[in-house]
Nanobody, 128 residues
Framework: EVQLVESGGGLVQAGGSLTLSCEFS????????IAWFRQAPGKEREGVLF????????SYADSVEGRFTISSDNNKNTVSLQMNSLKPEDTAIYYC?????????????????????WGQGTQVTVSS
């Protein structure tokens, strides 16, 4: 059974930083993607950053470019989302998700419908 657990959310002032962690287990695919999505109140779930176990990465939300980075520790089954220069509009519940990945060179799926496994989410609130 695939399980994902997010941690690291909280309240931070604008301009501050947070690091979210996603610990995952039970992933048996040879290749897989771990993704970070976020959902603000009244808005659709939005893809943020994505990383495969083969080292491929991609981003989807232009608004986080240059501020957020994704990294993985395959030995620890952990994917981190480093968020810098946070803005009030970054306020959302942040979810990590997992899906099978065909392999290097294949486009990473960036929509929520492409992911079968989800964590419970962690709240990030950025005050102005």
């Amino acid at each position: 059974e695939v399980q994902l657990v997010e941690s690291g959310g909280g309240l931070v002032q604008a301009g501050g930083s947070l690091t979210l962690s996603c610990e995952f287990s039970g992933v048996t695919f040879d290749n897989y993607v771990i993704a970070w999505f976020r959902q603000a109140p009244g808005k659709e779930r939005e893809g943020v950053l994505f990383i495969s176990n083969t080292g491929d990465t991609t981003s989807y939300a232009d608004s986080v470019e240059g501020r957020f980075t994704i990294s993985s520790d395959n030995n620890k089954n952990t994917v981190s989302l480093q968020m810098n220069s946070l803005k009030p509009e970054d306020t959302a519940i942040y979810y990590c998700a997992a899906s099978q990945y065909p392999g290097q060179g294949t486009p990473i799926v960036v929509v929520a419908e492409g992911y079968d496994y989800w964590g419970q989410g962690t709240q990030v609130t950025v005050s102005s």
